[in-house]
């Protein structure tokens, strides 16, 4: 099969990372083999998922795990970011572990070592016990205890082979398009009331960080999400919403964890008796800081009526409205490709933050095609890797590189219509075939290394 780009890629320094993503309720499958999840509860409501489908299955990644690491060795990255499902170790949230569930999770990581690949595990990418919520979920500040007593569960299993942690996977995806908007589970529509579900989120990351360093732990992350928001024009009312949206999207998560505090406005809307005391907690040290890049977005000034945007129906009380980037190619999800954007955004992060900026890594970047011979795929990974070079050029300090995703998998509330791996999958066999993606990587990895 073709694999092809316009030239080698450029030298990137010898000790960089460079890796594939999963996440465990997208490939997973066994379900009955776990406690239930909030995305067993949203999915099995008719409408929620757009193909009407389920992850019971999905690639059936718990049985069929050798094979998947097996690509991933065969492909010559160093490392393979994976997510733990924290219904599968702790059926109800807290309490009694479930054997089995530990069980797949110590394979995984034995198979991944003795494949001579890094394990990266993620401890939270969206799938909450359901009895958790049915509590309150990250509305509930009692779940962030809950998540950092799961860290430790985690750790004390694996932390003898894993040394690399990502503690949460897009706080804001979650907060966002799960409690605000209501398009991803749980599937509430509380507007800019989802506020302490972000509060939640971040302080469990930070005792999640605690939880892990106590175990030993001294290589730990964060994976969140970000990109460069672009005002639909210069007037005024849309270049405020540009800088609300930007603020809500990237400062909201980034500044707390970074900088110590929220962006000014917000720390009085969030709930906490002592805030002061929460961010000392949020704001542990990290030893790196992970960013997931998509896309930019243009944002202009609210519309007085519901907008469609990326497959979401926005409500007119949002005090912004996303538009359309014209000019650039898109992917099949609709989103533009624009490479030169990564670097904006890393270039920006350093100038925002300085010296309080960790080394970053990149642990989310691919997009989404179908067809086995995904040329369009292979242009969008090799544009993006030469602007991620320009921002090391610029002086960035970016550590690592990690592309989403290894294999096609359950998208969320797309079902399994976007296809965003390296590997083909086929829903009706499971059957997993190679892309030229993955060949085009494979090769440039090895030009690499010589």
Request: proline share 8%; aromatic share 10%.
């Given at each position: ?83 733990v ?8 949230g ?22 001579g ?75 800019f ?35 460069p ?33 929220y ?29 997931n ?7 202009g ?47 920006a ?6 010296e ?89 990895l ?5």
């Amino acid at each position: 099969m073709a694999a092809t780009a316009a030239s080698p890629l450029p030298p990137f320094p010898r000790d960089f990372l460079w890796g594939v993503s999963t996440s465990a309720h997208q490939i997973e499958g066994a379900a009955a083999e776990r406690g239930a999840s909030v995305w067993d509860a949203f999915t099995a409501v008719p409408g929620n998922v757009k193909d009407g489908t389920t992850a019971a299955v999905a690639c059936d990644h718990y049985h069929r795990y050798r094979e998947d690491v097996a690509l991933v060795r065969d492909l010559g990255v160093d490392a393979y970011r994976f997510s733990v499902s924290w219904p599968r170790v702790l059926p109800t949230g807290s309490g009694r572990v479930h054997p089995a569930g530990l069980d797949f999770y110590d394979r995984l990581v034995d198979e991944l070592c003795a494949a001579g690949v890094r394990p990266v595990p993620t401890l939270f990418h969206w799938d909450t016990p359901l009895t958790v919520q049915e509590a309150g979920g990250w509305r509930n500040r009692d779940t962030a205890e809950r998540f950092a007593q799961y860290a430790a569960v985690v750790a004390a299993r694996l932390g003898d082979r894993v040394n690399r942690w990502i503690t949460l996977n897009e706080p804001a995806e979650h907060t966002l398009l799960g409690h605000a908007l209501g398009r991803h589970a749980p599937g509430e529509r509380l507007l800019f009331d989802a506020l302490p579900v972000a509060h939640h989120q971040l302080l469990a990351h930070g005792l999640a960080v605690r939880a892990l360093r106590a175990a030993g732990a001294r290589d730990i992350g964060i994976a969140n999400s970000h990109g460069p928001t672009w005002p639909a024009s210069d007037a005024e009312e849309d270049t405020a919403a540009a800088d609300f949206y930007d603020v809500l999207l990237n400062r909201l998560f980034a500044d707390p964890l970074l900088l110590g505090h929220y962006p000014e406005g917000f720390g009085e809307l969030l709930p906490s008796h002592d805030l002061d005391a929460d961010m000392s907690v949020i704001s542990e040290p990290l030893d790196w800081y992970g960013i997931n890049f998509y896309q930019p977005t243009k944002v202009g000034a609210p519309l007085p009526h519901p907008t469609e945007f990326s497959g979401l129906t926005l409500p007119p009380e949002l005090p912004f409205t996303p538009r359309e980037i014209e000019g650039y190619p898109t992917t099949d999800f609709g989103w533009p490709v624009v490479p030169g954007a990564l670097t904006e955004l890393l270039t920006a992060f350093r100038d925002r933050y300085g010296e309080r900026l960790p080394p970053l890594v990149i642990t989310e970047n691919g997009c989404s095609y179908g067809g086995l011979d995904d040329q369009e795929r292979i242009a969008y990974l090799d544009g993006h890797l030469r602007a991620l070079h320009r921002a090391l050029e610029a002086g960035v300090d970016v550590r690592g590189y990690f592309v989403w995703s290894l294999m096609d998998n359950f998208e969320w509330a797309e079902g399994y219509r976007q296809r965003f791996g390296l590997v083909h999958v086929d829903y009706d066999t499971l059957e997993r075939t190679p892309k030229a993606s993955y060949h085009w990587l494979r090769e440039a990895l090895r030009a690499r290394r010589g």
